[in-house]
């Protein structure tokens, strides 16, 4: 049998990739763990992810610093636009969530985080199984720094790929005026 040795990550290490979009820093990988990805992740301001899905992993939000707008949880009804404004059969609507809030979000489950703040947020994000989400941050990252704004073609096709059903659009700039593209 074989002794496996753990991992210890001090302030600020792991492999980061950073964008005019996202900043992403990976902290424990498939490498590592067989049951789940750990990012660190900061969101800027007017960043909206988008609802979507995914009907095999499992995901979990725990907000650092800032403030996020958080959905994790199935709408009345499911519309293209506007998730913020959901409610669930229950009355769940969506919450603005600070330092030490967490959100947790099983297969199926649609979810969503936006910073509609004008500072940056910062969360931990773990995603399981590993590595698909290694993987999709990766070519995310490149198309959403390849230059000019992102193609949205290539970025549903990279979700589609990646188990992520986009229910509304992702958008870097939220806050933008509503007759502006999405932001891919």
């Known amino acids: 049998m074989s002794v496996l040795n753990g991992l210890v990550l001090p302030p600020g290490a792991g492999r980061r990739f950073v964008t005019p979009a996202h900043e992403v820093t990976f902290k424990v990988t498939g490498e590592h763990s067989a049951v ?3 990012f660190e992740v ?3 301001p007017g960043f909206d992810v988008g609802a979507h899905a995914h009907a095999h992993s499992e995901e979990v939000f725990y907000i650092l610093e800032g403030e996020l707008d958080l959905l994790a949880f199935e709408p009345r009804e ?3 636009h ?3 404004s959901w409610q669930g059969p229950d009355g769940s609507t969506v919450v603005r969530a600070g330092p030490g809030s967490v959100a947790h979000v099983p297969p199926g489950c649609p979810h ?3 910073n509609p703040t004008d500072e940056p947020a910062r969360m931990l994000f773990q995603s399981a ?3 698909a989400h290694e993987r999709y941050f ?7 720094d390849g230059g000019g704004p992102p193609d949205p073609a290539a970025i549903a096709e990279l979700r589609e790929r990646y188990d992520i059903h986009q229910i509304t659009p992702l958008r870097t700039d939220a806050r933008a005026p509503a007759g502006r593209p999405a932001g891919g």
């Open 42 to 44: 900061v969101v800027p």
């Open 82 to 84: 506007g998730w913020r």
């Open 129 to 131: 199984p590993p590595p």
């Open 112 to 114: 969503a985080f936006a």
């Open 36 to 38: 789940g990805s750990v």
């Open 78 to 80: 499911r519309t293209p």
């Open 138 to 144: 990766e070519e995310l990252l490149e198309i959403l």
